[in-house]
């Protein structure tokens, strides 16, 4: 496609439950970033690949959150034992290079 | 985190006024800024960049300006329009030691009609 796309677009989950969103960048670029977007707020950095090494995570808030992307292509972040705090949009977005972000329209997480 | 708040500054102007949002940036290291654009519903959009070296850069309809000095940004956009309507975001990130662009805390565009 021609934009970053984002899978599903919204999600609800009951607390305790685990949850994936998935990520497809745009064809080609190198870089991948998660981030979070609590209502009212700006992105917070979560984490940060090249090609399929994860060079940063130091923004995940806890080891309930992992992300992966093992052939340098599609990443997917993983929630375990959400709870309500988990609650966000969460952005991911691809560059090709160290420069501008692309970003897609993100996952709505509502944690019940 | 860099963002604050959960109110957002607001700006409210008339179409076709010209528009002032500004930005102060944390990190006297960072060396690449960026505006982004969010729309309800939406991701950030790019809307200009600017590096270091430079104090001025234009686009269409768009001006960023730094100042290096006071850890300054301001994005200027001329005969704002009802589609500028949105939320925007300052950026900043270093190029060295690592690609990690923070956001800094938004503020939300109102363009009267």
């Known amino acids: 496609g021609a934009g970053v796309s984002q899978s599903p677009r919204y999600k609800v989950a009951k607390r305790g439950q685990d949850v994936a969103l998935r990520c497809d960048p745009i064809?080609?670029?190198?870089?991948l970033f998660w981030y979070q977007q609590a209502l009212g707020q700006g992105p917070e950095f979560l984490t940060y690949?090249?090609?399929?090494?994860?060079?940063?995570k130091s923004g995940l808030p806890s080891d309930r959150f992992f992300a992966e992307r093992p052939e340098g292509s599609v990443s997917t972040l993983k929630i375990q034992r959400t709870q309500q705090e988990d609650s966000a949009v969460y952005l991911c977005?691809?560059?090709?290079?160290?420069?501008?972000?692309?970003f897609g329209s993100g996952t709505q997480l509502s944690v019940l | 985190g860099e963002s604050v708040g959960l109110h957002l500054p607001t700006l409210s102007v008339q179409e076709g006024d010209n528009s002032i949002i500004n930005c102060a940036y944390s990190?006297?290291?960072?060396?690449?800024f960026i505006w982004y654009k969010q729309e309800s519903g939406k991701g950030p959009q790019f809307i200009i960049d600017?590096?270091?070296?430079?104090d001025k850069r234009q686009g269409q309809r768009v001006t960023v300006l730094l100042n290096k000095t006071v850890k300054h940004l301001s994005l200027q956009i001329a005969a704002t329009q009802p589609g500028d309507s949105a939320v925007y975001f300052c950026?900043?990130?270093?190029?060295?030691?690592?690609?990690?662009?923070?956001f800094g805390a938004g503020t939300r565009l109102f363009v009267k009609a």
């Open positions: 600017i590096r270091s070296n430079m």
């Open positions: 990190n006297s290291a960072s060396d690449y």
């Open positions: 690949f090249q090609n399929e090494a994860q060079l940063d």
């Open positions: 064809s080609g670029h190198v870089s």
């Open positions: 950026a900043e990130d270093r190029s060295a030691g690592g690609f990690k662009t923070i």
């Open positions: 977005a691809s560059s090709p290079e160290y420069e501008k972000l692309f």
